[in-house]
T-cell receptor
């Protein structure tokens, strides 16, 4: 089945630093979604991307849908302690009504 | 608008027992998906229901089953529980744009 490779697996950064994580796939995706999960909670949708090349921001978060439709990245600028959590990329394949496939997540730790 | 509601939030069962988890989607959302989340495997797709019909199914044994009711509420059942079934079970409802909105999950511990 379709798989997403998400990297890095974990990151330790200083408060105020920028963060970048990405996701790649061996197959084409029609939609890329980025989620954040806090401990003991369900994932929360951060950004949704629908077109190749699309660049979308949500506050300090920016995500892009790669031109090849096989990759996406998420940037967080000026990180703060509440950015701590696990970030997941997810995507819908090109076949209609396929389930959302998730990457294994990037665990972000912010050192104050 | 109320979010996705899952019950129970926590439960403990013993091997061999069965469990039923419940999910109420966001009002107006007709698709409900279930995922199993474990530390080593991430989010694994279980199944998706749309208008009371199973639309997609992941690679889980037949002990895992689900259903959806006419009001879009969904339940999933795991029979003959095994230790490896301990996980966070997440339900998500989908809007027309294909975006999934998750509940807080039901954390199952099998002893």
């Amino acid at each position: 089945g379709q798989q997403l490779n998400q990297s890095p697996q974990s990151m330790f950064i200083q408060e105020g630093e920028d963060v970048s994580m990405n996701c790649t796939s061996s197959s084409i995706f029609n939609t890329w979604l980025w989620y954040k999960q806090d401990p003991g909670e369900g994932p929360v949708l951060l950004i949704a991307l629908y077109k190749a090349g699309e660049l979308t921001s949500n506050g300090r978060l920016t995500a892009q849908f790669g031109i090849t439709r096989k990759d996406s990245f998420l940037n967080i600028s000026a990180s703060i302690p509440s950015d701590v959590g696990i970030y997941f990329c997810a995507g819908h394949g090109i076949t209609g009504n396929t389930p959302l496939v998730f990457g294994k997540g990037t665990r972000l730790s912010v050192i104050a | 608008k109320a979010g996705v509601t899952q019950t129970p939030r926590y439960l403990i069962k013993t091997r061999g027992q069965q469990v039923t988890l419940s999910c109420s989607p966001i009002s107006g959302h007709r698709s409900v998906s279930w995922y199993q989340q474990t530390p080593g495997q991430g989010l694994q797709f279980l199944f998706e229901y749309f208008s009371e019909t199973q639309r997609n199914k992941g690679n889980f044994p037949g002990r895992f089953s689900g259903r959806q009711f006419s009001n879009s509420r969904s339940e999933m059942n795991v029979s003959t529980l095994e230790l490896g079934d301990s996980a966070l079970y997440l339900c998500a409802s989908t809007n027309e744009g294909g975006e999934l909105f998750f509940g807080e999950g039901s954390r199952l511990t099998v002893l």
